[in-house]
């Protein structure tokens, strides 16, 4: 079965300061799933939860970290075959989340826009308020987060991705099933 999208982002944060994640989001955690932060949820709960409630929602939706391998599979194989079986990726941008395997993510998707195998309509990123910021100048946004700015993220958006902005998790998880249903109805 063809996976409507792929959900990608940061599993950990990089410190202290970030929002924190209501309790109500451990509501939507796929069944058997446990918290990987030991005080807070951590980013990767957000995404497996946000995935779940998603698939629920109709809108069949994969975290790479819930796949399992085949045989001989590593993290780069088994991210591209996800990618080859995904109609979007979507990426949750939280402050402060850790970008290590968000910039690989993304360098990946970059070069598939650039193949032409992938549409940015295709690639819709979620950041929470602050993450980007508007450059009146160039007339664009550009990563705005302190420590977070690299010339590769600005290039992405510079392409006009579909950016779903949002400051609570209500508001997430509102957005990103709205921009499923408009994936699945085509």
């Known amino acids: ?13 990089k410190g202290r300061k970030h929002s924190p994640v209501p309790q109500w989001v451990t509501a939507h955690f796929p069944e058997g799933w446990d918290p990987k932060g030991s005080k807070e949820l951590w980013p990767i709960d957000v995404r497996a939860a946000l995935a779940s409630h998603l698939t629920k929602s109709g809108i069949l939706t994969i975290v790479m970290e819930r796949v399992a391998k085949v045989d001989g599979e590593d993290d780069i194989a088994l991210f591209d075959r996800l990618s080859a079986e995904a109609d979007a990726w979507m990426v949750y941008w939280p402050l402060g989340g850790r970008l ?3 910039t690989f993510e993304l360098g990946f998707l970059a070069k598939s826009l650039l193949q032409r195998e992938l549409t940015i309509q295709q690639f819709p990123l979620f950041p929470e308020k602050g993450v980007f910021r508007w450059n009146v100048e ?25 950016i ?13 099933v709205r921009f499923g249903m408009d994936l699945v109805a085509g």
């Open 100 to 102: 290590t395997g968000k």
């Open 138 to 162: 160039e007339d664009r946004f550009e990563v705005g987060e302190r420590g977070n700015r690299t010339r590769y993220f600005n290039s992405i958006l510079a392409r006009e991705p579909p």
């Open 164 to 176: 779903l902005q949002w400051s609570d998790y209500v508001t997430l998880f509102r957005k990103a």
């Open 1 to 13: 079965m063809k996976a409507h999208s792929l959900l990608l982002g940061p599993s950990r944060w």
